[in-house]
């Protein structure tokens, strides 16, 4: 019963309806005590619905004396300190999400990460040498939003959903998978990035196919591009534009220690092994820029980069560069896009439903006197 009623608490809460999810609990509530994945639940949407007194108490009561899975108690946890965040209580907000970190217990594998990103180097440095191939070009190629999760990414695809020509996807996994699959595209021995250069236009063509078949029906709407907003593909810029010579990529960027500040406030669900040690996402945060830095150096691959800060102070004129880019005419409804009903399953649920606003910027000064060890990592890109 407890997860069918969480199952369509999500369902409302993605949806934008704060009210009713609140009303979807009210059976349960009433429960001595409430189960704790429904207190969880109420604490996630008590901002909204002007029930924070209700969901602090049933939370400390909850903490105090329920008998709560780790699971349950790391739920609980990361939504109070953000339910502590909105009340202005930062230092309550900072330390109680630190207790939900550390129930996490991730490790993460900075060594592998590093890896990667120099044996991609190396590859693409040795393409300078011979032009590698290309999928047929597409009228319809995607847009890919990508950059640091927190950095604005479930913003900017709600915005362009508002748009007429394009349909967000929200994040999509097919590009990881078809790179690491692409050997078996030709045959090769070789593992991603190594068979790159192996990869002919037929494998390529098949591969694109294999991404557009991947993503979701377009339905009756008739737009024609279509937006992925996977952070994480900044990985395979290189890739991207191989299957998809006319692919459009948005970065978003945000201050750095307001992104990773966000990150460290939320439990991914995932990949995401770095999110849970302030350490490690700032080592995260540099790599990403390491990854960016690559692509920057790679002729062919126009990349618009969207400022979090910039957007949220003149929003049209930004959005009015990124259509352009797109190749879309401007609409009025790009500014509306808090009106939309559209499902958003990522951290930024909430933020999505509202209009565009500067809230988020400088956050992190409410929590300063916490982030030191992040602070000494960044402090060569502040």
């Known amino acids: 019963m407890i997860a069918s009623l ?3 608490f999500n369902q409302l809460l993605f949806r934008g309806e704060f009210a009713a999810a609140y009303a979807s609990l009210h059976s349960a509530l009433v429960d001595d005590p409430p189960h704790p994945r429904v207190v969880a639940a109420l604490v996630a949407v008590a901002d909204r619905v002007a029930a924070t007194d209700q969901a602090l108490s049933l939370a400390r009561q909850c903490l105090r004396h329920g008998r709560l899975s780790s699971e349950e108690r790391t739920e609980l946890l990361f939504n109070l300190a953000n339910l502590y965040d909105s009340l202005g209580d ?3 907000a900072f330390t109680t999400c630190e207790q939900a970190n550390r129930l996490k217990n991730r490790r993460y594998d900075l060594d592998t990460d590093l890896f990667l990103l120099e044996e991609t180097r190396k590859v693409y440095d040795a393409r300078r040498h011979q032009p590698w191939n290309q999928a047929t070009a597409r009228e319809d190629a ?3 939003i990508v950059g640091m999760p927190r950095s604005g990414t479930s913003l900017l695809e709600q915005v362009l959903d508002m748009h007429s020509g394009a349909r967000g996807l929200g994040e999509l996994d097919a590009i990881n998978q078809l790179a690491w699959s692409a050997p078996t595209a030709v045959g090769s021995d070789l593992p991603y990035p190594y068979v790159l250069p192996q990869l002919d236009s037929t494998a390529l063509d098949a591969l694109a196919t294999r991404y557009m078949q991947a993503c979701p029906p377009a339905g009756t709407g008739g737009k024609e591009r279509s937006v992925d907003k996977m952070p994480h593909n900044y990985h395979f810029l290189g890739f991207i534009k191989q299957l998809f010579p006319r692919a459009s990529i948005l970065h978003m960027r945000r201050h750095p220690v307001d992104t990773c500040l966000s990150i460290y406030f939320r439990d991914f669900v995932g990949r995401h092994d770095y999110a849970y040690d302030l350490r490690d996402i700032g080592h995260r945060y540099i790599l990403y820029l390491a990854w960016m830095e690559l692509w920057s ?6 990349v618009v980069h969207v400022v979090y800060e910039d957007w949220m102070k003149q929003p ?5 560069q990124v259509v352009d880019f797109l190749g879309l005419p401007w609409e009025d409804a790009l500014l509306q896009h808090h009106t939309s009903a559209r499902v958003v399953t990522t951290a930024s649920y909430k933020q999505v439903r509202e209009p565009l606003h500067q809230r988020a910027c400088e956050r992190w000064r409410h929590y300063e006197s916490h982030l030191g060890p992040l602070l000494e990592i960044l ?3 502040l």
């Open 297 to 302: 150096e790679q002729a062919g691959l126009p």
């Open 379 to 381: 402090q060569p890109i």
């Open 6 to 8: 969480i199952k369509r």
């Open 142 to 144: 995607p847009i890919f």
């Open 316 to 320: 049209r004129q930004v959005l009015t």
């Open 90 to 92: 930062y230092d309550l």
